[in-house]
């Protein structure tokens, strides 16, 4: 049987297809008479968005369902608050069986093509010697290179998608050109563009890419992409003898104030024009995106403004 799609799903539609699990709660039911019963309420998805879904009969379920299983599901779309499927079979699906591309979305941009542009960058802007070395360093280091190329940038938010990482990267990249040539007495060139291939490197160990839907590691979780990226790239320095400290300390200045704020998540605040330029081309790379698969998610033809977004904390006026 073919698949069906969440954003094909009505109220009413019959459904017998795969679905990943992205939530899932064990709830007991209210009315007095079910005392002590309890019922599932998932939260299901592909890569054309989520639907609430729940399993009334417990007895049904066998063994626990976790995030990240794919499950074959058979049931109806009801009306609760919104879409809800009402499920009355599931089984659950091996992963050797498991179509990636049904769940596990890719950047629209190719990806060799993508790092082929950040290595043509790294040749024509990167003049200091130094960090050309230490691009070099990691840019030969192929397992590295590998989990660079297909890391997510975020679970949610932004650039959530095989290879996002590289995409967001070679737009924030791009946007340091820019603002090098807007300040090139204030800016250095080479330090600003080697950081921001660097600023998000801890990610590649934050997010777990073979996961559907991008769940974050243990350490990702505990540690954060900053002290990991970090860690990663105090390792890269090990490969090249005699790293200026001057710059090495502006460098990992740069990679722990990206985030801006310490309320963010930044150990520190910017405290240098290139640290401050840094941050602001990551922020303008991550939210543009976020505007950008908003509008590009919304589908309701009847109105001018997308649904409300709760991390940009507003609706988008999309009128044509």
Same mark, same amino acid.
């Given at each position: ?102 769940? $596990? ?5 190719? !990806? ?6 950040? %290595?043509?960058? =790294?040749? #024509?802007?990167? &003049? ?57 007495? $204030? ?5 600003? !563009? ?6 998000? %490197?801890?990610? =590649?160990? #934050?997010?777990? &890419? ?9 350490k990702g979780r505990l540690l954060g992409h900053i002290t990991i990226g970090l860690e990663i790239i105090r390792k890269i320095f090990e490969k090249v003898p005699a790293f200026p400290d001057d710059l090495r300390m502006k460098l990992e200045h740069m ?66």
């Amino acid at each position: 049987m073919s698949k069906q799609f969440v954003k094909d799903l009505k109220i009413g539609s019959h459904v017998q297809t795969q679905f990943v699990v992205v939530d899932v709660k064990e709830l007991s039911f209210s009315a007095p008479s079910k005392s002590g019963e309890h019922f599932l309420k998932m939260l299901l998805g592909d890569i054309s968005g989520t639907i609430k879904a729940i399993i009334w009969d417990r007895s049904m379920v066998s063994e626990p369902i976790r995030l990240d299983d794919v499950l074959y599901v058979s049931g109806e779309v009801g009306d609760y608050y919104g879409p809800q499927l009402v499920i009355d079979f599931y089984s659950k699906v091996e992963k050797d069986k498991i179509n990636r591309n049904y769940f $596990q979305p890719t950047s629209p941009r190719d !990806i060799e093509e993508m790092w082929s542009s950040l %290595l043509k960058i =790294i040749s #024509e802007t990167v &003049a200091d010697e130094s960090l050309k070395s230490l691009l070099e360093s990691f840019c030969n280091d192929s397992e590295l290179v590998e989990k660079y190329k297909l890391s997510p940038a975020a679970k949610v938010i932004h650039h959530n998608y095989l290879g996002g990482l590289l995409d967001h990267t070679l737009e924030v990249v791009q946007i340091c050109e820019h603002l090098a040539g807007l300040y090139p007495l $204030q800016l250095d060139k080479s330090l600003l !563009i080697t950081a921001a291939i660097f600023h998000d %490197l801890g990610k =590649i160990e #934050e997010y777990n &890419a073979d996961s559907f839907t991008f769940e974050q590691t243990d350490k990702g979780r505990l540690l954060g992409h900053i002290t990991i990226g970090l860690e990663i790239i105090r390792k890269i320095f090990e490969k090249v003898p005699a790293f200026p400290d001057d710059l090495r300390m502006k460098l990992e200045h740069m990679i722990i104030s990206h985030h801006g704020e310490k309320s963010w998540g930044s150990p520190e605040i910017p405290q240098t024009f290139n640290a401050f330029a840094l941050f602001h081309a990551d922020m303008l790379s991550a939210r543009l995106k976020q505007f950008s698969q908003i509008i590009g998610n919304h589908n309701n033809s009847l109105s001018n403004w997308t649904d409300y977004d709760r991390f940009l904390d507003r609706r988008i006026y999309n009128g044509k």
